[in-house]
């Protein structure tokens, strides 16, 4: 079964921090996808990647950069934190198929 | 353009009771319908999908229809057990060159009740 990872569990920063949200899978999956999660919304796609290098945009990119470093790791990058982006973050990979496999989830705190 | 509508939440049943979480959708695709669901500190993982039209997927003693005409996938459940407790998502794709992605809806909450 796939193997996706995240970290830091748990952030906390305050408005305007710089922010990287790591994750890493170990299944040799070209997809990977960052999504939020916020009550009343559900899995929001903020970005997301079919290898290394490559980005696309997902459903709610703005304020999020993104970087696929390797097949295994993709970053979430906050530079300028706004209190809204508040929320539970999941990596998640995927074949190209249509099984997405999450990871454990990131709280992020902006104060 | 695409998009999920399912029950909103939270639902709160008995234990042993029955269970039916809406879903519909909205595309000019032909998708692959999905159930996913999240346990209490844990992310989403696979109920289970069906990728073609009138069939039945089940796992758990879930299961849920492809029903292409009325463009719903019902969740349904005969008995809830206290461990059935969690949010589940329905969702659709991949297709063309959205391949990969995966619409969700909203997710909804079940609490059972021992």
């Known amino acids: 079964e796939a193997a996706v990872t995240q970290s830091p569990r748990n952030k906390v920063t305050v408005t305007g921090g710089n922010v990287t949200l790591s994750c890493r899978q170990t299944n040799s999956h070209n997809y990977m996808y960052w999504y939020r999660q916020d009550t009343g919304h559900g899995l929001r796609l903020i970005h997301y990647?079919?290898?290394?290098?490559?980005?696309q945009i997902g459903d709610v990119p703005d304020g999020y950069k993104a970087t696929r470093t390797t097949q295994e790791d993709f970053f979430l990058l906050l530079e300028l934190a706004s209190p809204s982006q508040t929320s539970l973050y999941f990596c998640a990979s995927s074949d190209g198929g249509d099984t997405q496999y999450f990871g454990p989830g990131t709280r992020l705190l902006v104060l | 353009g695409d998009s999920v509508t399912q029950t909103e939440g939270p639902v709160t049943l008995s234990e042993g009771t029955s269970l039916t979480v809406n879903c519909s959708y909205e595309t000019k695709q032909y998708p692959t319908l999905f159930w996913y669901v999240q346990y209490p500190g844990e992310g989403p993982q696979l109920l289970f999908k069906v990728p073609k039209a009138n069939e039945k997927g089940s796992n758990r003693g879930f299961e849920a229809t492809y029903n292409k005409e009325a463009t719903s996938f019902h969740l349904q459940k005969a008995s809830v057990q206290e461990s059935d407790s969690a949010v589940y998502y329905c969702?659709?794709?991949?297709?063309?060159?959205?391949?990969?992605?995966?619409?969700f809806g909203a997710g909804t909450q079940l609490i059972v009740i021992p």
């Open positions: 990647s079919y290898g290394a290098g490559n980005l």
């Open positions: 969702a659709l794709g991949p297709w063309g060159s959205a391949l990969g992605r995966l619409h």
